[in-house]
């Protein structure tokens, strides 16, 4: 975690680092803020063929954001084995929609941290602006689930669509051309596979857009070099990114000398 607080990163630039799954840590405008991290084993407990495919990249304890938001109330996104030893429970903001917002109060995060956010509602802390957006649940034990855009005061932007079926109403309801989209690719329980993924992509014009929920679980895992070849049929093929585990991936600077051709 040190080292990513360390990442040397100019005023207007965002980095976000992948954790696996749909989670990341995201720094810009000189605030850090992390979505859905499931740092833990938890959900091989009730189904051993989500075991984890690769080791903890953060250890939950070292984690540390300004903002924690969680997307719904599934174990690979909400993760009381990640949440119980985060130790910045009393100073961090955790924004997530009602389910889920009461699950964090039940396993030890203070009520008087936790933002309720809903689709269409938005919620400002210092530099960062968060606003819920329409998803459509994976599960009736999950009805509220809710995508969220992140805007940095410096203009940098991202939207994590959560687990979610791609309806033509989520299509609708989503931020058009935000600069990253990070959207699940695996097909499964209610997810988009890889086509429609890209299709999701096309509709919605990002700058970058990269996938997620394919890596981490045999049960669950899809291949995004599929992503990838359909996001050039889409003719999005230089704007898809397959993100590296805990690598920066670097956005909104001005370019490098060596990309002016
Ligand atoms: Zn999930």
């Given at each position: 975690m040190q080292q990513i607080h360390d990442y040397p990163l100019p005023a207007a630039e965002a980095a976000l680092w992948w954790l696996g799954q749909a989670g990341y840590v995201v720094r810009s405008a000189d605030m850090t803020?992390?979505?859905?991290?499931?740092?833990?084993?938890?959900?091989?407990?009730?189904?051993?063929?989500?075991?984890?495919?690769?080791?903890?990249?953060i250890n939950p304890a070292e984690l540390r954001a300004d903002v924690y938001i969680v997307t719904h109330d599934h174990l690979?996104?909400?993760?009381?084995?990640t949440i119980r030893p985060y130790q910045y429970k009393g100073d961090t903001w955790f924004v997530a929609p009602r389910q889920a917002a009461g699950k964090l109060i039940d396993i030890g995060v203070p009520e008087n941290r936790v933002v309720v956010l809903h689709a269409g509602e938005s919620w400002k802390h210092g530099a960062v602006e968060i606003t819920g957006v329409f998803a459509l649940p994976s599960g009736v034990d999950v009805l509220d689930t809710t995508g969220y855009t992140i805007t940095f005061a410096n203009g940098r932007q991202l939207y994590?669509?959560?687990?979610?079926?791609?309806?033509?109403?989520?299509?609708?309801?989503?931020p058009k051309t935000p600069e990253v989209l990070l959207v699940p690719?695996?097909?499964?329980?209610?997810?988009?596979?890889?086509?429609?993924?890209?299709?999701?992509?096309?509709?919605?014009?990002?700058?970058?857009?990269?996938?997620?929920?394919y890596d981490l679980m045999a049960l669950n895992a899809e291949n995004p070099d599929t992503f990838e070849w359909f996001c050039r049929q889409y003719e999005l093929g230089d704007r898809c990114v397959i993100p590296e585990r805990m690598k920066p991936f670097k956005w909104g600077g001005k370019p490098e000398l060596n990309d002016i051709k």
């Open positions: 803020v992390v979505i859905d991290p499931y740092l833990s084993d938890s959900a091989a407990k009730g189904t051993p063929e989500l075991a984890r495919l690769y080791p903890v990249p690979d996104h909400l993760d009381p084995e994590h669509t959560s687990d979610t079926e791609m309806h033509p109403l989520v299509t609708a309801a989503a690719i695996n097909g499964k329980w209610g997810n988009p596979g890889p086509e429609q993924a890209a299709r999701f992509a096309q509709a919605l014009q990002p700058k970058y857009v990269l996938p997620n929920h």
